[in-house]
Each structure stands twice: as structure tokens, then as C-alpha cells.
């Protein structure tokens, strides 16, 4: 029951004054209990520390083992061939396949170990100014539009006016026109048009052919097309023949770091080449037209937006990079079926498709995030944290365990831009400042819940306002559908400058 009682909060509202009946002339209160996320600092489930733990040790394992089996059998070799009755004598032959095998070993050696991945460039599109779109108007084109009942608007006004979202975001005008069902047309021409302006954007910053990339994987959660998303890429660029392209969709707003997770195992395949990650979300697509209550979020929250990243696993690029992928983790906890239906793909009673959206979708993610940080902790936090942490869990020094001080880890935090209401959830129970929080709640404010995307546009917004320097550690962080809660962490290789191309940019189109 006290388990219970942590994941509940209470509001008190205030519903005017009674007009009528006994009470005529008193105020009326109501209470309303909300689930919200998780109290991360009451509890730590030790299976997602040990699972950290075995994450952290593993290529610690490999690159300790490895050189003593070198010595080990360098030193059989030697005892017969060299140093045979302790004379260091031996035959040229023998001392040339010697060197020659040891040279074969530390080639397989170093060709065999995993790669760093590094993230040469990034661009996020900006969409053209004609279709940016406020609050006031985005609820006076949804009533014009004639799709929703007064009860639809009603709801839509309230979650907008609540939402962080602000006045300069934007949105197809096509899915406000009255009569007009969105097409598979509409999507493609969106999808074109945010995904080529991203990477028409990345390929002028980093002067790369598109004959050099190799590997391109795209992620949309809603619009699947055939061809792919990523054929679409393909064809406008020219991109190579035994290019080895991904698609990636249905899998909600985490992808785009599924996808960068796969572009780096693709780059440990394929090592030397250039890896494109296209993450992007086809809001006409999403769109929904119906009176359903928790159907109608997405339509609030959802904004036009996309971004590339160009990859590379080549040592030679460290030196143009920005940054080094540090760690990757993700958690997916759709084993339980409340996490499995909390944001689902459906069709209301009128057979008009929308994003279910659950009241559990707060609690949900709350314990996914949990789960992911708890995973993450032993792989990104100093000793001494751990240390602290271990010994208080050990002793029990206290009635409940000591939960490090994530702050410690990482400069700078990029938040998948949801709502306010879960960043504001997000920033209390991790005990982040406002500091930390900045670029989560600019990106909402400014373009609105861009999905995939949204973490990129975080990390442009730091770049702009110079906050990121050598040694910086950046942690984005994404939920999706699933449900998924995932990772990563990026570590800056110098100073990054005020890039040239950005959306937060005035006159950057």
C-alpha cells in the first residue's frame, strides 16, 4: 500500500461557488488524485545495478584477458624456438615467423576490439516561417476545420495552455483543412521535405560526398511507405549501390538512439566507412480527427522537425569530430502489459486512427526511466559515488539507500521534450537544476515535441549558445512506445563553437 501511496499526488480545486441547494453561497473544493512518476530515492532495484555493473565489465574482461593469452602464447613460442637451453640464438627463419606472428596477433587484436564511434556532425531542419503556428491559432483552425466537437476544442485548449508548448512552433496546414482526409501522399511529402532539408543542412556542414556513406539507417514511428523512408533517401542522394540501408519504425520516440545504437554495432561491421542516422516523425500522419479524449494529446504536442547525424568508426575522424559516443542503454519493459498499452496505435469507434495515449503513461515512463538511470549509474558515475552508495547499501546507515548524485556525471542533459508536466516530474526527482533542464524546456517552448528528433534539438541549442567545452559529458534521454526508456552519453573532443547552420538561428534560412 505505501508503494501505492508514493506514485499518487494530490490537487485541490477550486470549482467556484455553489448556486444553488444547501451549500448555495459556500465554495466548492474537489480533490484530485494523480499518478505521477516513481519516488526514485525511496528504492533501487539491484537487478538493473548488477546488469550496469556487467555492462561496465565486460570489455574491462576482454582487454585484460586478451594481452596476457598474447604473452602467454608469445611465451610458448618463444620457449620453442628462442629460448631453448636459455640461449637467445635462433635461426633468422624462426625469429622472422616469430615477429611476423606476434605482428598477426596484435593486428587481429586491435582490429577485433570495439571501435569508438564518433559523431563527426549533427543538423536539425527549421521549417519555413509560413507555417509556424500559435496557441490561439492552432484552436481556431481546429474549429474551422469542423472535425472536432466542442468538447474536443474544449480539451485541446486546455492541454496547450498547460503543455510549455509555445507560439512559434509548427504545423502542416493541411490536417486543419475542412473535408480533407490525410493521405499516404500528404505523409511522403512531409517526410521529404524535413528529411532532405536535415541533411541538406548536414552534407553542407561537413563537405561529405554522399558516395562516402556506406550505412544509412532512418527512423519514423507512424509513416511506414513502400519504397522505405530510407529508399526515399537513397534515390534523392544517389547514395551507393551496396549501401546497407535500416528502417526503423513503430518504434516511437526512443528510435532515435535505437538508431544510433545500431549505426554503432553497423560501424564495428563495416569499420572505416561513414554511418547517416535520419530521425524524424510525420505529424500529418499522426494526426488525429476525432472527439476521443486520449486520442487528442499527440495533436497537442507533436511539431514538424527532424535531424541527421553523420557517424563514423575511423580513427582518423576523431580529430573533425565533435564528440565520442561514451555509453548506450535501453531499456524496454513491454514484458508488462500497462507499459505494452500505454501509447498505442488505434482505431476510434468512428474507425478514425489515432495514438492512444494512457492515463499510466506518467507512471509508466517513470519507472522505465528508473530502471535506465539505474543501469546507467554504474557505468557513468565517479568511484567515490559508488563507493558511497555500496557502503550505505551494505550497512543500511540509513532507512533507505543512498542514491547518487547523477549531477556529477554529465555537464549538460538532454530531455526528450514531452510536456511540461513531465519535465517539471523529470527535474524533481532528479534533483536537476535549472540549468539542467534549459534546453528541454527552450526546445518544447520553441518546437514543440519533435520526437525522435527532439533530444538533437536540445543538443544544437547548447552548441549555439557556446555551453558545451572540451571534456563535456552530454546525456540524451528518450521514452517511446513500448514502452522504452533509453540512453546515451556523448563526450565533447574540444571546444564546440557556434555552428554556422542551426534552427535556433534567426537567419539561418
Not at 633468422?92 to 616469430?98: N, Y
Request: aromatic content about 10%; charged content about 20%; some cysteine.
Amino acid at each position: 500500500m505505501a508503494g501505492e501511496q508514493e506514485l499518487l499526488s494530490t490537487e485541490i480545486v477550486n470549482r467556484g461557488i455553489e448556486n444553488s441547494g444547501p451549500y448555495a453561497g459556500s465554495l466548492n473544493f474537489s480533490v484530485r488524485v494523480r499518478r505521477g512518476l516513481p519516488d526514485f530515492l525511496n528504492s533501487v532495484n539491484l537487478k538493473y545495478v548488477k546488469l550496469g555493473y556487467s555492462y561496465l565489465l565486460s570489455p574491462v574482461f576482454y582487454f585484460l584477458t586478451a594481452p596476457v593469452l598474447m604473452v602467454v602464447f608469445s611465451a610458448q613460442i618463444g620457449k620453442l624456438f628462442i629460448w631453448r637451453d636459455f640461449s637467445l640464438k635462433c635461426d633468422p627463419i624462426d625469429a622472422l615467423f616469430i615477429v611476423g606472428l606476434l605482428s598477426l596477433i596484435i593486428y587481429i587484436y586491435l582490429y577485433l576490439s570495439p571501435r569508438s564511434t564518433y559523431l563527426v556532425d549533427f543538423a536539425c531542419y527549421r521549417p519555413p516561417n509560413e507555417l509556424k503556428i500559435s496557441k490561439d491559432e492552432f484552436i481556431e483552425l481546429a474549429k474551422k476545420s469542423g472535425k472536432f466537437n466542442g468538447a474536443a476544442i474544449e480539451f485541446q485548449h486546455r492541454a496547450l495552455k498547460n503543455s510549455g508548448i509555445g507560439d512559434e512552433t509548427y504545423m502542416p496546414r493541411i490536417v486543419f483543412q475542412p473535408g480533407h482526409r490525410i493521405t499516404l501522399k500528404d505523409g511522403r511529402e512531409e517526410a521529404a521535405t524535413v528529411m532532405f532539408g536535415a541533411v541538406d543542412d548536414l552534407l553542407a556542414a561537413t563537405k561529405i560526398r554522399p558516395k562516402d556513406i556506406k550505412i544509412l539507417i532512418v527512423n519514423c514511428g507512424i509513416l511506414n511507405t513502400t519504397p522505405s523512408l530510407s529508399s526515399m533517401v537513397i534515390n534523392h542522394y544517389k547514395l551507393r549501390h551496396d549501401i546497407q540501408n535500416f528502417n526503423l519504425g513503430g518504434m516511437g520516440c526512443a528510435a532515435g538512439i535505437i538508431a544510433i545504437d545500431l549505426a554503432k554495432d553497423l560501424l564495428n561491421a563495416y569499420p572505416g566507412c561513414y554511418a547517416l542516422v535520419v530521425s524524424t516523425e510525420a505529424v500529418s500522419y499522426t494526426w488525429y480527427s476525432g472527439n476521443d479524449m486520449d486520442m487528442l494529446l499527440p495533436n497537442c504536442f507533436f511539431r514538424l522537425g527532424a535531424a541527421a547525424m553523420l557517424l563514423s568508426s575511423c580513427r582518423l575522424d576523431r580529430w573533425r569530430s565533435k564528440y565520442v559516443l561514451k555509453q548506450l542503454v535501453r531499456t524496454h519493459k513491454g514484458m508488462d502489459n500497462r507499459s505494452f498499452k500505454s501509447i498505442h496505435l488505434r482505431e476510434d469507434a468512428e474507425r478514425k486512427q489515432g495514438l492512444s495515449v494512457s492515463k499510466d503513461l506518467v507512471e509508466v515512463g517513470g519507472h522505465a526511466l528508473k530502471a535506465n538511470i539505474t543501469t546507467l549509474g554504474p557505468l557513468v558515475l565517479p568511484v567515490s559515488e559508488q563507493v558511497h552508495f555500496f557502503t550505505n547499501l551494505l550497512f543500511k546507515k540509513k532507512n533507505r539507500p543512498y542514491i547518487p548524485n547523477y549531477k556529477l556525471a554529465f555537464e549538460h542533459v538532454c530531455i526528450l521534450a514531452t510536456s511540461k508536466k513531465v519535465l517539471d516530474e523529470i527535474q524533481k526527482n532528479l534533483e536537476l537544476t535549472e540549468e539542467y533542464m534549459e534546453a528541454s524546456k527552450k526546445t518544447l517552448e520553441r518546437f514543440g515535441n519533435t520526437s525522435s528528433s527532439s533530444v538533437w534539438y536540445e543538443l544544437d541549442y547548447l552548441e549555439t549558445n557556446t555551453r558545451i567545452k572540451r571534456g563535456d559529458r552530454i546525456w540524451q534521454f528518450a521514452f517511446g512506445s513500448g514502452f522504452k526508456c533509453n540512453s546515451v552519453v556523448w563526450k565533447a573532443l574540444g571546444n564546440v563553437g557556434k555552428p554556422k547552420r542551426s534552427p535556433w538561428i534567426q537567419d539561418s534560412n
